[in-house]
């Protein structure tokens, strides 16, 4: 769609454009720009010189087993989070949904944990499950379960993925509802009338309809759990026990920042950027789609 | 809806109860943890209700807390909160103007340029980002905090969608009229924009709020620490026993100023979310 040309001129949209392009060129494009040149060279160890290696990072990297556990990780950990926050929203939504009264009240209720920083949610589940001070650890304990998610890795994992998705339900939830209450009465009382049941109904109906909202949050909340769960890992375990929990957000920053590994966390930039920009096209090819709906 | 008597109605409050209750639980605990004293949280297992030590814990916090007084880095994280929503929402609206309402050379290439840009985080391009911050001199900056993190497109995104749906007659009316563009700009466009505008403010206050791993780079000084990253710094290094109490209370701090905008924004917050999908 686009409009009728409507003013004339050259310089002032151009001035008008500027402040956005400058801070993007400055803050976007070089250094995405950086992360490319870098990722060809690797420096001396004193960063006086840099050496060109080609592909060379890249193929350390995929040679790399810690990288590659990285990418593994990484796939389980937003598989969880996703299925896990996905899942619990839809069965609220589909709750909340079935009331005509008090949706409005559960909303309100369920709403604002999307305001809570996934550093805080981090903070909050690594209290209740600190080894010391742990009240869900003593409890466990009491039951003769042994928590210790220091040196355990599967039960690192399970931790923060309840921790992620946990601030994400809310997010999903409204999606899920809006989605829900968008789906025309008549059409399911119609075939609650053919003697369709409830579970007969979400199956072929409901859940059909809400596809698109469902895909939608697919894409959404996978680069949630690629990007904004940094918070969550690095309060609740580091990215341990030995790299469990090192999802490959956390290993650009820990191979850059802590290891000072600046050509391999540059080629990792590149390859996250390259995951992002898929996600992207995904995206955007369904928002496009859904507009002939 | 089609079943809404009987015992499937109570199972569904009580589902949704349990879902609320999941939700509150944490917050509860941290709360409880925020109103007693050290001791009583070191041997396990903590109270379940609140304790008499509130004021005494917030007021440390507030005043001295462990790095640098928890106020000063809830005047940190609003500065930072409130620029990046008003810079990006100042910087898409006149973009989107711009790319809407006129044709000149480059249009298309900058459209694409900030498409590039939409969904991709600060995390992914960290070490350069760093550095082009450290050049120009904003480690522990506001400009620091706030102007590489509204280097993204999904503001503008949200004002060119709007801006296709108003009538072309209205721009054609300030035109014959004798307007000039910056006029129909302001006294137009903006006022028609003003509950996108407010949606867009929430949404982007809670996310800049809420910005953990740039904030922990460029702020190495306790004083320009923002409360979301400084609650991690709270913690000792190595074996010494956290000041739980004191730390809860910063938790509980930290939530309170994006939460009160979620909840008492809610009508908008939902259009604004539901609208950029984003």
Redesign the interface.
């Known amino acids: 769609?686009e409009?009728?040309?409507?003013?004339?001129?050259?310089w002032?949209?151009?001035l008008?454009?500027a402040?956005?392009?400058l801070?993007?060129a400055?803050?976007?494009?070089?250094?995405?720009g950086?992360?490319v040149w870098?990722s060809l060279f690797i420096p001396d160890p004193f960063g006086l010189s840099m050496q060109y290696v080609g592909l060379g990072n890249f193929e350390y990297l995929l040679s790399d087993p810690y990288y590659r556990a990285s990418f593994l990780t990484t796939a389980i950990f937003s598989t969880l989070v996703t299925l896990v926050s996905m899942g619990?929203a839809l069965?609220?939504a589909v709750?909340?949904?079935?009331?005509?009264k008090?949706s409005g009240t559960?909303r309100?209720?369920?709403?604002?944990?999307?305001?809570?920083?996934?550093?805080?949610?981090g903070?909050?589940?690594m209290?209740?499950f600190n080894t010391?001070?742990?009240?869900i650890?003593?409890?466990l304990g009491q039951l003769g379960y042994d928590w210790n998610h220091v040196l355990n890795g599967t039960e690192a994992m399970g931790l923060v993925v309840i921790a992620s998705a946990?601030g994400r339900?809310?997010?999903n939830f409204?999606?899920f509802l809006?989605g829900l209450q968008s789906i025309p009465?008549s059409v399911?009382?119609a075939a609650?009338i053919d003697g369709a049941g409830?579970w007969t109904r979400f199956r072929t109906i409901v859940f059909p309809l809400l596809s698109p909202t469902t895909f939608?949050l697919l894409v959404?909340n996978i680069?949630y759990a690629f990007?904004?769960t940094?918070?969550v890992i690095?309060?609740i375990t580091a990215g341990g026990p030995q790299q469990s929990t090192t999802i490959l957000?956390y290993k650009?920053?820990a191979d850059?920042?802590v290891g000072q590994d600046?050509g391999s966390?540059?080629a990792q930039?590149v390859i996250?950027?390259l995951v992002?920009g898929a996600?992207?096209v995904l995206?955007?090819k369904y928002?496009e789609r859904k507009v002939h709906y | 809806?089609?079943?809404?008597r009987g015992a499937?109605?109570w199972l569904?409050?009580a589902?949704?109860i349990l879902?609320?209750l999941?939700?509150?639980f944490?917050?509860w605990?941290?709360f409880v943890?925020s109103t007693v004293s050290q001791p009583e949280?070191?041997h396990?297992?903590?109270p379940?209700l609140p304790g008499d030590q509130f004021l005494e814990n917030y007021a440390k916090a507030l005043v001295s807390g462990i790095n640098a007084p928890v106020a000063r880095m809830l005047a940190n994280s609003a500065v930072m909160a409130i620029g990046i929503a008003l810079g990006k929402i100042?910087?898409?609206i006149?973009?989107a103007?711009?790319?809407?309402?006129?044709?000149?050379?480059?249009?298309k290439l900058?459209f694409w340029?900030?498409f590039v840009?939409?969904?991709?985080?600060v995390?992914?391009?960290?070490?350069?980002?760093?550095?082009?911050a450290a050049r120009f001199d904003m480690l522990n900056s506001y400009q620091g905090l706030i102007?590489?993190l509204?280097?993204?497109a999904t503001a503008?995104f949200l004002f060119r969608q709007f801006?296709?749906t108003v009538p072309?007659e209205l721009?054609?009316a300030a035109?014959v009229d004798g307007a000039?563009?910056?006029r129909?700009f302001v006294d137009i466009l903006l006022p028609m924009s003003r509950t996108n505008m407010a949606a867009l403010f929430v949404i982007l206050f809670?996310y800049g709020?809420?910005?953990?791993?740039w904030p922990?780079?460029i702020t190495t000084d306790p004083e320009m620490n923002t409360i979301?990253?400084g609650?991690?710094q709270m913690f000792p290094s190595g074996d010494d026993?956290a000041d739980?109490p004191v730390?809860?209370a910063t938790?509980i701090l930290?939530?309170i100023p994006?939460?009160i905008?979620?909840?008492s924004m809610?009508k908008l917050?939902?259009r604004g979310?539901?609208d950029s999908?984003?």
Do not use: C
């Open positions: 769609m409009k009728r040309v409507i003013f004339k001129g050259v002032l949209p151009l008008l454009i402040p956005q392009m801070i993007t400055v803050f976007f494009f070089y250094p995405a950086q992360a870098q619990l069965y609220l709750l909340a949904d079935r009331l005509i008090g559960y309100t209720l369920l709403i604002w944990p999307y305001a809570v920083a996934p550093a805080v949610a903070v909050l589940w209290f209740m010391r001070v742990g009240v650890t003593w409890y946990w339900i809310s997010y409204l999606f809006a009465r399911i009382e609650a409830f939608f959404v680069v990007f904004e940094f918070g690095h309060t957000v650009v920053y850059g920042f600046l966390s540059a930039s996250l950027l992002v996600l992207t995206q955007f928002v | 809806m089609v079943e809404k499937g109605h569904t409050h589902g949704l879902g609320v999941f939700i509150f944490p917050i605990l941290a943890a949280i070191v396990p297992p903590m379940l100042v910087i898409s006149l973009s103007f711009a790319i809407v309402y006129f044709r000149f050379p480059g249009r900058f340029l900030i840009t939409l969904m991709l985080p995390e992914v391009r960290i070490v350069p980002t760093y550095e082009v102007l590489p509204i280097a993204s503008t801006f296709m072309d721009a054609e035109r000039g563009p910056m129909f809670i709020w809420n910005q953990y791993l922990l780079l979301v990253m609650i991690k026993i739980w730390i809860m938790s930290a939530m994006p939460v905008v979620v909840i809610q917050f939902i979310l539901v999908e984003k």
